[in-house]
């Protein structure tokens, strides 16, 4: 059974700095690219950035470029998320996900996490 999980979400003031991770099981994923996806309450679900197979190709949404670095261990099978002067706009769940079906970044992906939960106090 596939699985990819996330981890490192909680409740962060705003300014600081939290670092995501997604570790994936029953299969590899590091000839793939993989991703980052946020859902804020009431709102749709928004690619915020992603990375190709070997980390060499990264791409960031706007609203998070400067802040927000992907970056990918393809020896632990892990991908992380580290988010630094987060804002209270940052609040959502976020989603890794991995093996996209077309060349878009914010397409759809074969597979993704259960999600962790971001919560930036203002």
């Known amino acids: 059974q596939v699985q990819l999980v996330e981890s490192g979400g909680g409740l962060v003031q705003a300014g600081g700095s939290l670092r995501l991770s997604c570790t994936a099981s029953g299969r590899t994923f590091t000839t793939v690219s993989m991703a980052w996806f946020r859902q804020a309450p009431g709102k749709e679900r928004e690619f915020v950035a992603g990375?190709?197979?070997?980390?060499?190709?990264?791409n960031y949404a706007e609203s998070v470029k400067g802040r927000f670095t992907i970056s990918r261990d393809n020896a632990k099978n892990t991908l992380y998320l580290q988010m630094d002067s987060l804002k209270p706009e940052d609040t959502a769940d976020y989603y890794c996900a991995a093996q996209p079906r077309s060349p878009r970044w914010d397409g759809e992906y074969d597979y993704w996490g259960q999600g962790t939960q971001v919560t930036v106090s203002s």
């Open positions: 990375v190709n197979w070997n980390g060499g190709f990264r």
